[in-house]
């Protein structure tokens, strides 16, 4: 059975940085399309980053250049690298695997995303 832990989260002050983590089991990060969502308190649910196989990469518009989606094959883990941190990026953050998918269709992601393996969460909460 498919599994991913998310991990890395945490309270900052704006400006800080904190990195996220995605470990999978059951599952290959390297060939697969794979995306970070983050869903705030009354908000929908919303993408933030994506990485496919192939190692292309899309970001919302509101974390350009201050976030970074990464994958290391060898440990079989995805990455969210945040820096500059504002309080409106306080949200629960998820990471999401395509089941079979190399590309990841161009933009950071939508739900529903039919088919996907999903992790629990981590809270990010960063005050100003």
């Known amino acids: 059975q498919v599994q991913l832990v998310e991990s890395g989260g945490g309270s900052v002050q704006a400006g800080g940085s904190l990195r996220l983590s995605c470990a999978a089991s059951?599952?290959?990060?390297?060939?697969?399309?794979m995306r970070w969502f983050r869903q705030a308190p009354g908000k929908e649910r919303e993408g933030v980053a994506a990485i496919g196989g192939d190692g292309t990469t899309y970001y919302a518009d509101s974390v350009t250049g201050r976030f970074t989606i990464s994958k290391d094959n060898a440990k079989n883990t995805l990455y969210l690298q945040m820096n500059s941190l504002k309080p409106e990026d306080t949200a629960t953050y998820y990471c999401?695997?395509?089941?079979?998918?190399?590309?990841?269709?161009?933009?950071?992601?939508?739900?529903?995303?039919?088919?996907?393996?999903w992790g629990q969460g981590t809270q990010v909460t960063v005050s100003s």
């Open positions: 999401a695997a395509a089941r079979s998918a190399y590309y990841c269709s161009p933009g950071p992601g939508s739900v529903p995303w039919p088919g996907a393996h």
């Open positions: 059951e599952y290959t990060v390297k060939n697969k399309c």
